[in-house]
Nanobody, 115 residues
Framework: QVHFVESGGGLVQPGGSLTLSCAAS????????MAWYRQYPGQQRERVAE???????TYLDSVKGRFTISRDGRKNALYLQMNNLIPEDTAVYYC?????????WGQGILVTVSA
């Protein structure tokens, strides 16, 4: 059974930083494709960053140069380092991974960027 638990969200001022964590079980993070998504109220989720099993990464254009996706095999966890945050980054963030024809999501964590 795949299970994700996200942490690290909260309120931050514009220009600040946060690191989201996604603790995983039932999946080997270091060998998996995984991604971070975010969702604005009333809108569909959009992919913010992804990491492939070999370590390649891609980012949404609006977060390039500000966000970094990474993983820790020892902790079996996925991370999203978010720097220079702007109000438009305010959203609920989810970690996600497809595995064996299923797609698994974390519970979501709120990030609020506001002065």
């Amino acid at each position: 059974q795949v299970h994700f638990v996200e942490s690290g969200g909260g309120l931050v001022q514009p220009g600040g930083s946060l690191t989201l964590s996604c603790a995983a079980s039932g999946i080997t993070v270091s060998m998996a494709y995984m991604a971070w998504y975010r969702q604005y109220p009333g809108q569909q989720r959009e992919r913010v960053a992804e990491i492939f099993h070999r370590g390649d990464t891609t980012y949404l254009d609006s977060v390039k140069g500000r966000f970094t996706i990474s993983r820790d095999g020892r902790k079996n966890a996925l991370y999203l380092q978010m720097n220079n945050l702007i109000p438009e980054d305010t959203a609920v963030y989810y970690c996600q991974a497809p595995l064996e024809a299923e797609t698994y999501w974390g519970q979501g964590i709120l990030v609020t960027v506001s002065a």
